[in-house]
């Protein structure tokens, strides 16, 4: 391995990834809505039997009753109630391997005070303050650069940028871009304790802590330099060092973990996003045109893809006490699977589901989940993309898909993206 260079490693686990979550399913959408008509409320461990596809719930599937639910309305009301509907068995599971600090997992009292600590790092105001920086990165080193050859994939950008605008405003040091990509290969790599078949998952689970230790490791090293320092700077390390709510300040050991438990999803979801966003850019007759000449639809162009292409298909919860849902009583103790790419296209919420629409008005959707435990780093995401697109748009002239070369597809049962998005420009 150690011919392969960090940028190879992060390729590799991203693939990895994304092979875990391909599925069976080759229409998800069209089995989505087949449950939402038929079987709204479904007995059973869906996810595992149709989609094929691991979940959160790690090792504990299938050792307790599951339902999955596919309307939006079930859907919201299942991850707005954090009291009825809870996260804690996911501390059982990937948990286990992250010192149970993890924001995911956790419920009540414990979860509302650190989302109080975190919270104002990454609100709008907050995180337009890292704009320059996010739009200085993309530009100088992943747009201009690529100008002269005149085409490109745009997913070899669209794997490293999320990276590299992470871990610059996480606080690492901007000298050493390369390492950026050994450390988001083990941020990956942590999601390799969630495996189907069990004997992968034992593996996994040893590749998971290892990358756990590592990542922990490094960060540590950063946290310890900038309290030493002061933590005078506007990075997300300083930030947390200051941060406080109640009284209550965090520690090197919960700003190194909490800021580790953020990572995965930081290149992750963008990463995916970014493929869904360029894929209708440039195959819906007349947007990139429309959208060339008016910025102001970029984020409504974001806001669709989240809509309409979720790269998170599904969230799990589990329940505190019995209840009932569209007329099925579900025990206490039960894992709920809530479908999240049927709501978000759920009929009755949203005219012409199917159809990609920004001009739509837009309603609340699940691509970054919903309630208490909505991704935290969601306007973070969105800003990168909003720098990515408009750097494209600016750069690259009459920026369209590459006639020689496959259309851009997004699949997958979950973590859904487009493997290779190719384009020309003049």
């Not at 750097?391 to 259309?407: F, G, I, K, T, V």
């Amino acid at each position: 391995m150690s011919n392969v260079s960090n940028a190879e490693k992060l390729e590799q686990a991203y693939a990895s990834v994304s092979d875990t979550y391909r599925g069976l399913t080759e229409d998800l959408y069209g089995a989505c809505r087949q449950m939402r008509e038929t079987t709204p409320v479904y007995e059973g461990d869906y996810i595992a039997k149709f989609l094929g596809v691991p979940t959160n719930a790690g090792l504990q599937a299938g050792t307790r009753p599951t339902y999955a639910v596919f309307k939006y309305q079930d859907v919201m009301n299942v991850l707005k109630d954090a009291k009825r509907f809870t996260s804690s068995f996911i501390l059982e599971g990937m948990g286990k391997v992250w010192d149970g600090l993890m924001i995911l997992g956790m419920d009540g009292e414990a979860h509302r005070h650190v989302r109080a600590l975190l919270q104002p790092a990454f609100m709008p105001d907050n995180v337009n303050k890292w704009r320059p920086k996010i739009d200085r990165v993309v530009r100088e080193d992943f747009v201009l650069p690529m100008l002269p050859k005149k085409k490109a994939d745009l997913m070899d950008m669209g794997l490293h940028f999320p990276v590299r605008v992470m871990y610059a405003l996480v606080g690492f040091p901007e000298n050493d871009a390369d390492e950026y990509n050994q450390y988001a290969a083990w941020a990956l790599s942590m999601l390799a304790a969630n495996q189907l078949d069990k004997a992968k998952a034992e593996e996994g689970r040893k590749i998971a802590a290892q990358s756990v230790k590592s990542l922990y490791d490094a960060l540590m090293v950063q946290v310890k330099q900038r309290r030493a320092e002061g933590a005078k700077g506007d990075d997300l390390i300083s930030r947390l060092i200051n941060a406080e709510y109640e009284g209550h300040k965090l520690d090197d050991h919960e700003v190194a973990t909490f800021a580790r438990s953020l990572l995965p999803a930081a290149g992750e979801t963008t990463t995916r996003t970014f493929s869904a966003a360029m894929t209708f850019l440039l195959t819906v007759p007349g947007l990139v045109e429309r959208v060339r000449s008016d910025r102001t639809l970029v984020p409504k162009l974001i806001d669709e893809a989240v809509r309409f292409e979720p790269s998170s298909t599904f969230k799990v919860r589990e329940t505190a006490e019995d209840v009932e849902i569209g007329g099925v009583t579900i025990p206490k103790g039960s894992f709920v699977q809530c479908m999240v790419a049927s709501a978000n296209r759920d009929p009755s919420v949203f005219e012409n589901p199917d159809v990609f629409d920004i001009d739509r008005r837009q309603k609340p959707s699940f691509g970054f989940g919903f309630g208490p435990h909505m991704c935290i780093g969601q306007f973070v995401a969105k800003l990168e993309l909003l720098c990515a697109i408009n750097a494209l748009l600016d750069l690259c002239p009459n920026l369209r898909l590459d006639p020689e070369q496959p259309s851009p597809r997004i699949e997958g049962a979950h973590l859904r993206g487009a493997k290779s998005v190719h384009v020309i420009w003049d």
